[in-house]
């Protein structure tokens, strides 16, 4: 919980005074808000740990966000009695709507960039296992090829398959149907 916390202090000191209180006063309602924010909180510990710098942008956004929500509601509180102060606020309010959006794209270009370096590993991976599936084809067809060894006994080209696998075989996996000294009783005639 106190990681999740230190997350929660990132974004906003007061909030995770807040929830550590709460934890303390009442642990039932603290696990209300865990279930509310907990899968936001444990994505951003996820990603603090994998790419710090997009947990902070991230952080960063969220912040700026609830900054925004605390100046528009300043401002409407103030509209009606204070016009001068209500466009100061709209002034500083503007301000902080294009830090977010920026911020908002900032994070988008650091997800795509991590999105692509992980399809990069991806495609590295996959050329290997296409490299490594020639060499183990090459190495069967060689097997294939000698001699075969004394006592090998197979179904042909479907040996490996289960009983009960085939188009039409009314065997069950694992039944003692269609076993040897078993007779199936679909065999009636």
């Not at 509209?79 to 466009?87: N, R, W, Y």
């Not at 996959?126 to 060689?142: K, T």
């Not at 090998?152 to 398959?161: A, H, Q, S, T």
Request: glycine share 8%; aromatic share 4%; proline share 5%.
């Amino acid at each position: 919980m106190e990681r999740l916390i230190s997350v929660a202090e990132d974004i906003s000191p007061e909030w995770a005074s807040s929830l550590r209180a709460r934890l303390a006063e009442n642990p039932e309602e603290a696990r209300a808000d865990f279930r509310r924010y907990g899968r936001r909180l444990f994505g951003l510990l996820m990603l603090k740990d994998s790419n710090p710098e997009l947990y902070k942008v991230r952080v960063a956004e969220l912040a700026l966000k609830k900054g925004i929500k605390d100046q528009a509601g300043r401002y409407h509180a103030v509209l009606a009695t204070d016009p001068g102060e209500a466009e100061r606020i709209a002034g500083n309010l503007k301000q902080l709507v294009v830090q977010s959006v920026d911020l908002e794209l900032r994070a988008r270009a650091l997800e795509l960039q991590a999105l692509d370096i992980a399809v990069r590993e991806l495609r590295a991976k996959l050329m290997s296992e296409v490299e490594d599936s020639r060499a183990r084809a090459e190495r069967v067809w060689q097997e294939l090829l000698a001699e075969p060894a004394i006592g090998d006994e197979d179904d042909g080209p479907l040996d490996g398959l289960r009983p009960g696998s085939l188009p039409g075989d009314r065997r069950r996996p694992g039944s003692e149907q269609g076993r040897a000294g078993v007779a199936n009783p679909d065999d009636r005639g």
